[in-house]
């Protein structure tokens, strides 16, 4: 006979995945909300630039159809992070900058309906968004799709660079607007939006979104270094293994399996972590305004970790 203990102790993570899994059908958009399971990570292809009379691509007549979400399970639209250009990119070639910043925000503008302009933050893009609501599911989405982005009230900023060429870089910022706005404002009905609006400030109330450090603020990046340290040491106290990818602000954990890498990226979303992955290693921010300590992100990931098995998700290590 199983100990009482144990019974409990299980009786009570079924009821925490339950909550897990309600909470990510609630992100997602309905279509997705009884199938994302079965969703698979394979890509479509990319589509071809389309030039209109102007001679400049028309981003408005490129896609009839689109990828599965990345959130849904389905192929994140870059399969490395995209980052913006550091300051000192941009003070090298000034012009060529102002010229691929003008070219997303037209790009943007086509693509999506929003209205975009350059940043006064360097490196960024700006997207006005109709609400806070959808600034913060974008946010969540976009992040899955490996594209560098932040939130500055009912904005979103995405990256740029002078370096950025017209049909991969570029061509990216545009492409995962336009996917991630088609889910949503194609996809997701009023009171849907409601609903994941309730969803989201319930679990800001638990604990503050973490997400990774984008600050003009040198004394947040340069703790960087030292708390993802940190972090790497935590994680693989855990008996976890942390991958060899570079990135200042975000740390990734190797688990050898795709769909467990899908899992645990979605499930840290449900969380309140942005989260992203590249092939089977799954990313966690580092956080040195809301997680100086790095603790909170460890403990979300322990307490993922201890429900994979009875959400049947494969471990590899």
């Given at each position: 006979m199983?100990?009482?203990?144990?019974?409990?102790?299980?009786?009570?993570?079924?009821?925490?995945?339950e909550?897990?899994?309600?909470?990510?059908?609630t992100l997602?958009?309905?279509?997705?909300?009884?199938?994302?399971?079965?969703?698979?990570?394979?890509?479509?292809?990319?589509?071809?630039?389309?030039?209109?009379?102007?001679?400049?691509?028309?981003?408005?007549?490129m896609?009839?159809?689109?990828c599965?979400?990345?959130m849904?399970?389905?192929?994140?639209?870059k399969?490395?992070?995209?980052?913006?250009?550091?300051?000192?990119?941009?003070?090298?070639?000034?012009?060529?900058?102002?010229?691929?910043?003008?070219?997303?925000?037209?790009?943007?503008?086509?693509?999506?309906?929003l209205?975009?302009?350059?940043?006064?933050?360097?490196?960024?893009?700006?997207?006005?968004?109709?609400?806070?609501?959808?600034?913060?599911?974008?946010?969540?989405?976009?992040?899955?799709?490996?594209?560098?982005?932040?939130?500055?009230?009912?904005?979103?900023e995405?990256?740029?660079?002078?370096?950025?060429r017209?049909?991969?870089?570029?061509?990216?910022?545009?492409?995962?607007?336009?996917?991630?706005?088609?889910?949503w404002?194609?996809?997701?009905?009023?009171?849907?939006?409601?609903?994941?609006r309730?969803l989201?400030?319930?679990m800001?109330q638990?604990?503050?979104?973490?997400r990774?450090?984008?600050?003009?603020?040198?004394?947040?990046?340069?703790?960087?270094?030292?708390l993802?340290?940190?972090?790497?040491?935590?994680?693989?106290?855990?008996?976890?293994?942390?991958?060899?990818?570079?990135?200042?602000?975000?740390?990734?954990?190797?688990?050898?399996?795709?769909?467990?890498?899908?899992?645990m990226m979605?499930?840290?979303?449900?969380?309140?972590?942005l989260?992203?992955?590249?092939g089977t290693?799954y990313?966690?921010p580092?956080?040195?305004?809301?997680?100086?300590?790095?603790?909170?992100?460890?403990?979300?990931?322990?307490?993922?970790?201890?429900?994979?098995?009875?959400?049947?998700v494969?471990?590899?290590?």
């Amino acid at each position: 006979m199983e100990p009482q203990g144990l019974k409990k102790s299980r009786g009570a993570d079924r009821t925490r995945l339950e909550a897990l899994n309600q909470r990510v059908r609630t992100l997602l958009p309905e279509q997705y909300q009884d199938s994302y399971e079965d969703v698979q990570p394979v890509s479509m292809g990319s589509a071809a630039l389309k030039y209109g009379p102007d001679g400049k691509v028309a981003w408005n007549k490129m896609w009839g159809s689109f990828c599965d979400l990345a959130m849904a399970g389905g192929p994140p639209h870059k399969g490395t992070l995209l980052e913006p250009a550091t300051q000192e990119e941009i003070n090298a070639e000034p012009d060529k900058y102002r010229q691929v910043a003008e070219e997303i925000c037209r790009g943007i503008e086509l693509a999506s309906g929003l209205s975009a302009e350059p940043s006064p933050n360097s490196g960024w893009i700006r997207v006005a968004c109709v609400n806070k609501v959808t600034a913060e599911w974008l946010l969540r989405a976009i992040t899955m799709e490996n594209v560098s982005v932040r939130r500055e009230g009912t904005n979103v900023e995405l990256p740029a660079g002078p370096f950025y060429r017209l049909e991969k870089e570029i061509k990216n910022v545009i492409t995962v607007t336009a996917k991630t706005c088609h889910y949503w404002f194609g996809h997701t009905s009023l009171p849907q939006r409601y609903t994941i609006r309730d969803l989201l400030a319930a679990m800001d109330q638990q604990s503050p979104l973490l997400r990774p450090a984008w600050s003009r603020d040198g004394l947040v990046s340069a703790a960087l270094p030292a708390l993802k340290a940190k972090i790497d040491e935590m994680i693989k106290s855990t008996g976890l293994r942390t991958s060899n990818h570079q990135y200042s602000a975000w740390l990734g954990i190797e688990c050898g399996d795709i769909p467990f890498a899908i899992w645990m990226m979605r499930s840290l979303v449900a969380s309140n972590v942005l989260s992203r992955r590249e092939g089977t290693a799954y990313f966690v921010p580092v956080d040195p305004v809301r997680d100086p300590d790095g603790e909170a992100v460890v403990r979300v990931v322990s307490q993922l970790n201890a429900l994979t098995r009875i959400a049947g998700v494969s471990k590899t290590r």
